[in-house]
């Protein structure tokens, strides 16, 4: 998966299609397995990054590689009472309106109201927080200066990114990252969590799933969340039943400013382990080195030797994924000192460049080439902190080749750029006209074929499918088998 | 007679529905197989409650079940009298320790509007039934003291009747009525186990600590794929 970060508009269209489709049952109704945050801002659940408090992801010495929250030596004494487990306070209660009094209120004096009605105990209740309470403020003192990333830079720079001249925000949609190396699933206690092979997709198998909870907080970035009514943990299952039908997921379908791309890759789950023990300036290269070029003849021989169908194999030669990722090194994962590998990669966005106050014009200082990357208004610490485990060069690499780009697209359409200053332009930023033009492409004319390509499931040849089917006939239908309710 | 259906029949009785129910359960409605953990909704208050509760009750049930397993070992470890006070006290504190946990429970789930949304009948009917049994067990251990040598010398031999499916109730008639009430409430508690959360005891994660890290799945029948083509 890939996000484009300087295409995205901040809608949140896709945060209602996942909700309409997924999470409007009871118990799932705070639960927003996408969402889009403002950046810098404190996210949802609030705080999220705050791993001393949260506990998430995993931690090393070098040498061992152990979850942060309740790893197998752990779990025993905290079985009964996870002291790492956010509560329904750090998301908030979910409400509705008694819309109902709008139209039934009796004749009265006064306007009739709709009051907020809680969706847990059906009674009117104060709200006081809600799932997307910070959006827009970017410059905050109550909420964007808690933003835990923030602690990278000086004061002075923290200082500057509240002034009202030199605000800066953007967005960060976000959805679970179907990670390489999962904490959740490596916390579950009762092996209820799992990662799909075919496509890396993590789930959760609601029958096996006994509420311990250890998922939650071993999830670094709180995107398996507590059903409260059935008592059964929950996740973002990527839209798996539209993707085995050939469809983009829900909020990748629905993306307005079409940021989302979707593709397989392959990779070598052998290096994973090796590749987590890495130092936090090593991990963004060391989870593309476990990337495998799925063009290279012994990667295909491989692939085909431990049962790949070449249909897969196909669909990872045209990935966007691999090209943004891996080939044009555009895409960073988020927050990777958390040692997950999060398999969903954001192209970091260019911001807003300084303004400079002169006398009564404020102008922006755009004199050397790449002006808008060193002199951006949110510091590239900051970038950095959230995209490359403080390696700034990763960040600045991807800014400077995505600004070389468009220097060179305003060369080749508008003209008023001269050949040699681009080309220049690209030359410093490791990039080839025939790249940027190809980057280009994907980034701002991409089609639907060319944003999602999903492989063939060969769902005929699933293990389900290899069972006698008259052994079922007329006795199964589709779905889940119980009504999910506690009892 | 009342003697023999209470301590002869209804062991049996509850052992079947216990077993079958458990079973049947298990198979045709996994999905209801949880915790039902409440910690999500009030984080605090359940400290104080879940903690003690199990860490107590969890000594209190290991305390039993060494007196059915090794009555000969409590036996001559009670020999010293300092020692058996010191057996008899641990088993009241860890008692006090659940009573605490459940009372915390229990107010907990009266007092909080969240709560009561995720409180079933089922909850209720657990509390009630464990708050008899943790209270009618102190009472024991205080008004007839020194239970840990008169359970492995009345009690044990009755349970391994059971066990023989030889019920000889003899050893149980003539224990006085709190003994009683907590035996038979014991039995009500592992009858109505099958049909209320308790069943999570059932699926406590022991497999975790050696299994492999991470999980992964597959759907596909990889060889016959690659045969296929």
């Known amino acids: 998966m890939v996000f484009h970060l300087d295409k995205c ?25 996408n969402n889009v945050e403002t950046k810098p801002g404190t996210g949802f659940p609030t705080k999220w990054e705050d791993q001393e408090s949260y ?120 959805i679970c990252n179907h990670c390489l190396n999962p904490s959740c699933v490596a916390a579950c206690p009762s092996g209820a969590m799992y990662k799909r092979g075919e496509d890396g997709i993590v789930l959760i198998n609601q029958d096996r799933c006994r509420a311990w909870r250890s998922c939650i907080s071993a999830c670094p970035y709180k995107k398996t969340y507590y059903n409260w009514s059935t008592g059964k943990s929950e996740k973002c299952i990527l839209c798996f039943p539209r993707l085995e039908a050939g469809e983009a997921p829900a909020c990748f379908h629905s993306c307005v400013g079409r940021i989302r791309y979707l593709g397989n890759v392959l990779y070598d789950a052998d290096r994973i382990k090796e590749a987590a023990l890495r130092p936090d300036d090593e991990l963004v290269e060391a989870q593309r080195d476990t990337i495998l070029d799925p063009h290279d003849p012994a990667v295909i021989a491989a692939a085909q030797a431990s049962g790949i169908p070449d249909g897969v194999i196909e669909s990872a030669q045209k990935s966007p994924v691999y090209r943004f990722a891996k080939e044009w090194k555009l895409g960073l994962p988020l927050h990777v000192e958390y040692r997950t590998f999060p398999m969903l990669f954001y192209v970091p966005p260019l911001l807003p460049v300084m303004s400079i106050s002169d006398g009564d014009i404020v102008r922006s200082d755009v004199d050397e080439l790449f002006a808008e990357v060193e002199k951006a208004r949110a510091p590239i610490e900051y970038l950095g902190k959230l995209f490359s485990a403080g390696n700034v060069g990763k960040v600045r690499y991807a800014l400077r080749k995505q600004l070389a780009v468009r220097i060179w697209r305003r060369h080749v359409t508008v003209g008023d750029v001269a050949e040699e200053m681009a080309k220049k332009a ?61 009892s | 007679m009342n003697d023999f259906i209470m301590f002869g029949v209804l062991p049996y009785v509850v052992a079947t529905v216990f077993l079958i129910v458990t079973i049947l359960r298990y198979r045709t409605k996994a999905f209801s197989y949880s915790s039902l953990s409440s910690q999500f909704l009030e984080n605090q208050q359940h400290f104080w409650g879940s903690v003690p509760f199990h860490y107590g009750i969890l000594v209190v049930l290991l305390g039993h079940t060494l007196g059915f397993l090794m009555p000969e070992m409590i036996l001559s470890w009670n020999a010293a009298p300092l020692r058996l006070m010191l057996l008899e006290v641990t088993g009241i504190a860890f008692a006090v320790l659940t009573l605490v946990g459940l009372a915390n429970i229990v107010l907990r789930r009266l007092t909080r509007p969240l709560m ?26 205080v008004f007839h003291g020194w239970g840990s040598s008169w359970f492995a010398t009345n ?52 497999p975790y600590l050696w299994r492999r890290t991470q999980v992964v799945i597959w759907n596909w029948d990889r060889s016959r794929l690659r045969d296929v083509d």
Not at chain 1, 11 to 25: G, I, L, P, Q
Not at chain 2, 123 to 138: A, C, E, K, N, R
């Open chain 2, 116 to 141: 009561r949304e995720v409180t079933t009948l089922g909850d209720w009917v657990v509390y009630l039934l464990l708050l008899v049994q943790v209270l009618t067990g102190i009472g024991v251990a």
């Open chain 1, 9 to 33: 508009i901040g809608c949140h269209t896709c945060s209602v299609a996942c909700k309409n489709v997924w999470t409007d049952r009871e118990g799932t109704d705070y639960m927003w397995w």
């Open chain 1, 55 to 174: 506990k998430g992801g995993w931690k090393t010495d070098g040498e061992k590689l152990e979850l942060r929250s309740t790893s197998k030596k752990k779990i025993i004494p905290n079985i009964f009472h996870n002291p790492s487990q956010p509560s329904l306070d750090d998301y908030y209660e979910p409400w509705t309106y008694n819309y109902d009094e709008l139209f039934n209120a009796p004749e009265g004096d006064d306007q009739p109201v709709a009051r907020p009605i809680s969706m847990i105990t059906g009674e009117p209740m104060e709200i006081e927080a809600g799932p997307n309470w910070d959006d827009d403020l970017g410059g905050s003192e109550v909420y964007a200066a808690n933003d835990p990333n923030l602690d990278v830079l000086s004061d002075e720079q923290q200082q500057q990114m509240k002034a009202i001249e030199r605000m800066v925000m953007f967005y960060l949609p976000r």
């Open chain 1, 426 to 486: 690209l030359a410093e930023a490791d990039c080839t006209p025939e790249q940027a033009d190809e980057i280009y492409r994907l980034s701002a004319l991409a089609t639907w074929d060319d944003r999602f390509v999903i492989p063939p499931f060969q769902r005929e040849m699933a293990m389900e499918m290899m069972t006698d089917p008259h052994e079922h006939r007329a006795s199964a239908g589709f779905g889940s088998r119980e009504e999910p309710r506690r």
């Open chain 2, 155 to 206: 009690l044990t031999p009755w349970l391994w009747s059971l066990v023989k499916l030889s019920p000889d109730v003899t050893y149980v008639a003539p224990l006085p009525f709190l003994v009683k009430l907590h035996i038979t409430n014991a039995f009500l508690l592992v009858g109505f186990f099958p049909f209320t959360r308790l069943v999570h005891i059932l699926v406590v994660p022991n």
